[in-house]
């Protein structure tokens, strides 16, 4: 099964920092590496991911899983948390469910 891919906005902004965005990628890539997940979960940043209202956000998908999208993020607090749920995500069986708490930030569903 291919590995899922966390998607992070680089271009988010939040009131206090205008590069937020742009730190929690580096942030979670550097985390990754570090654990040595790479194997595990995909990380890809994006130009946009239209919910440049709302903070830092990100995108968790895979194929034949569930899209979770989650908004207002902090750069430092929130990057473990992240990277932990995106481990979960990927030992996911099809048609099975991430908890929502798992996940950091807010649902943007």
Do not use: W
Not at 83 to 96: K, N
């Amino acid at each position: 099964m291919s590995r899922p891919t966390l998607f992070i906005c680089r271009r988010c902004e939040t009131t206090s920092d205008d590069e937020a965005g742009e730190a929690l990628y580096q942030a979670v890539k550097a985390l990754r590496r570090e654990r040595n997940l790479k194997p595990v979960f995909a990380v890809e940043g994006v130009k946009c991911l239209k919910l440049c209202d709302s903070g830092c956000a990100v995108e968790l998908e895979g194929k034949r899983r569930s899209t979770y999208t989650r908004t207002h993020l902090h750069p430092q607090r929130d990057v473990e948390g992240l990277v932990e749920a995106a481990v979960a995500y990927a030992g996911l069986e099809p048609g099975q469910e991430l908890p929502e708490r798992r996940l950091p930030g807010e649902s943007a569903d």
